[in-house]
């Protein structure tokens, strides 16, 4: 299976912050990569896909980017409701595989 | 507007059998396919199976033979049933849409919290 390895694990940022989470494929996955979004109690939602496309109603805040391996999830301007956990996910190769999460928190 | 809902147990006894029943509207089960992925407390999302729009299954191969999907399209449901459940399955259980446009998921269900007592 593909490893997803997520960094960091935890951060928190300021209000009007830019904020940058990274995803590490163990092989290329060819930007087959989604992120979500996970707030507390919720079910996850689909931010980004194809590594960054934007997922329709998702503020443009929000941006996705990267190749190979190596990806990448940045919010321009943290803004208290993306107090949340963030997850990639890679489609490339069955079965779908899951990054741990990074928690962000507001500072 | 599309929605999915899972029912189930709360809480499944060491070595029973987990049954879930996932509930879908606004869209056909002929038509996209269904998935389930389970989180633990505090943990990550793990993707267990899933059902295709045509009727075959697909099943991560870390849950063996213990789990089972099917559906009933005339109700709109996918059902999960796993056996010989351990503490370890103690977890959330979503079912969730797979999108059009790729092995993404776009819609998920409010999921159920499954706890495997001994």
């Known amino acids: 299976d593909i490893q997803m390895t997520q960094s960091p694990a935890s951060l928190s940022a300021s209000l009007g912050e830019t904020v940058s989470i990274e995803c590490l494929a163990s092989e290329g996955i060819s930007n087959d990569l989604a992120w979500y979004q996970q707030k507390s109690g919720k079910s996850p939602q689909l931010l980004i896909y194809a590594a960054s496309r934007l997922q329709d109603g998702v503020p443009s805040r929000f941006s996705g980017s990267g190749s190979g391996t190596r990806y990448s999830l940045k919010i321009s301007g943290m803004q208290p409701e993306d107090e949340a956990d963030y997850f990639c996910q890679q489609s490339y190769k069955y079965p779908p595989t899951f990054g741990g999460g990074t928690k962000l928190e507001l500072k | 507007q599309v929605q999915l809902k899972e029912t189930g147990p709360d809480l499944v006894q060491l070595t029973q059998t987990l049954s879930i029943t996932c509930t879908v509207s606004?869209?056909?089960?002929?038509?996209?396919?269904v998935h389930w992925v389970r989180q633990p407390p505090g943990k990550g999302l793990e993707w267990m199976g899933a059902m295709w729009n045509g009727g075959g299954t697909d099943y991560n191969s870390a849950f063996k033979s213990r789990l089972s999907i099917s559906r009933d399209t005339s109700k709109s449901q996918v059902f999960l049933k796993m056996n010989s459940l351990q503490t370890d399955d103690t977890a959330k259980y979503f079912c969730a849409r797979q999108a059009y446009y790729g092995y993404y998921f776009d819609y998920w269900g409010q999921g159920v919290m499954v706890t495997v007592s001994s």
């Open positions: 606004g869209f056909s089960l002929t038509t996209y396919n």
